[in-house]
């Protein structure tokens, strides 16, 4: 079979064409036996991408993938792995197919691609992980260790000190025959846990091309970071959009991509040309870059329940209970903010939003200030716990002059 293309057709069918033991790395994202249709159309409206997930029954589904694992698993060199993209729906029956036909000692991971999305009404826990089973063909499976920045609250110094354990198996640090500790090896920082928090793809992504179940990029780059080099082959047998060529296209790995879905391969080979991927700006500058908020202003919103909002300047939080049934923007006033000025940018905020209550939380004394140009504004305002006592000390604090 022609590598760097996608082919048409039954993914078991064009497997049986590729050569036995040529393959570095299978990655399958198949149907997920949700037992419906997914349709999504892409974001001008021109064009509408849609498959069919139903099945007669789990022993057909299954049937399914036993007779493309199998395949898969034919055409994977010895130092091959295979990883299986499921959620909820069959994972657990999943597990076994893989087991049934790799062996349950050639199963390495379980990896959890943790993300964040928009909640929903439905009853039970929001669905915010899915699933991909990592095995290998053999014990000899390649792989290149990957590792992450320590977390901020981790001792380095600790970490770069030999440990050894004492005759009572307790761990402590190891030390010379001068009682000096023993510096370990270098650290090239945490290595790759089973949890990756990958963001799923914004809505507003340029890398979003209308196709339901499209998956980013970055995931699928680190699974081949991880188990195959440059040069590398790559097999995905149920291409849909192509996320995974793209993905190998970007590391200088060869592919080929399969689907039975004709306007998807079309879709898959346009994406080939465009080479679009969206960086994650989250997975650069980390979730604490995001924070904006000082501990007292969190600490602040949350005694009155409150939501807080990052990256806004004039909202900080939302009440968690709404007004007559909108919901109630929060401002705390800043250090350098001017009362005025604080009601300004809660009301540029709120043009056109339609709340019928607004807060400002007060933080500052103004009693001095000339109010002859305040800003009209329905804000209600509520002095901040450390207003009132800083004013009721000096209540207390002039009355007893006065007592004197």
Excluded at 55 to 72: A, F, G, V
Excluded at 134 to 141: A, G, I, M, R, V
Excluded at 233 to 246: A, K, M, R
């Amino acid at each position: 079979m022609k590598v760097n293309e996608i082919h048409v057709g039954n993914c078991i069918d064009k497997l049986k064409g590729i050569t036995t033991a040529s393959v570095d790395m299978v990655y399958m994202d198949p149907p997920f036996y949700t037992q419906r249709k997914h349709s999504l159309s892409t974001r001008d409206e021109t064009k509408k991408y849609e498959f069919d997930d139903s099945w007669d029954s789990i022993e057909d589904y299954l049937s399914m993938i036993e007779n493309c694992l199998t395949e898969c698993k034919r055409i994977l060199k010895s130092t091959g792995s295979i990883f299986l993209h499921c959620d909820k729906a069959a994972s657990h029956h999943l597990r076994v197919s893989l087991d049934k036909v790799f062996g349950s000692k050639s199963f390495q991971s379980e990896i959890i691609w943790s993300y964040k999305r928009w909640s929903n009404s439905k009853k039970g826990l929001l669905n915010a992980h899915q699933t991909i089973y990592f095995y290998s063909k053999t014990k000899d499976f390649k792989f290149n260790p990957i590792f992450k920045c320590y977390a901020p609250t981790t001792n380095i110094d600790q970490i770069l000190q030999d440990r050894q354990r004492t005759k009572n198996g307790k761990s402590v640090y190891k030390k010379d025959k001068s009682g000096n500790v023993v510096l370990g090896k270098e650290k090239k920082g945490v290595p790759l846990s089973d949890v990756w928090e990958i963001p799923y793809l914004n809505p507003k992504a340029r890398e979003r091309v209308g196709y339901p179940t499209q998956k980013p990029v970055l995931l699928l780059q680190q699974i081949l970071e991880m188990t195959t080099d440059e040069g590398d082959l790559i097999v995905d047998p149920f291409n849909g959009s192509g996320t995974t060529c793209v993905a190998a296209k970007s590391m200088n790995r060869n592919f080929i991509g399969i689907d039975k879905a004709e306007d998807a391969v079309e879709l898959a080979k346009q994406r080939l040309q465009n080479m679009i991927i969206t960086e994650s700006a989250l997975l650069e500058k980390g979730a604490d870059e995001y924070n904006l908020k000082t501990e007292g202003e969190v600490a602040l919103l949350k005694s009155i329940d409150a939501i807080p909002v990052q990256r806004n300047s004039g909202i900080d939080g939302f009440l968690k209970e709404h007004y007559k049934g909108k919901p109630v923007p929060v401002k705390i006033q800043s250090v350098n903010e001017s009362l005025n000025d604080a009601k300004e940018k809660l009301e540029r905020s709120c043009v056109n939003k339609g709340y019928e209550l607004k807060i400002l939380i007060q933080t500052k004394d103004e009693s001095g200030i000339d109010r002859l140009f305040e800003f009209i504004s329905d804000i209600q305002i509520v002095k901040s716990p450390k207003l009132q006592a800083d004013e009721l000390k000096n209540k207390i604090t002039a009355f007893n002059k006065g007592y004197k």
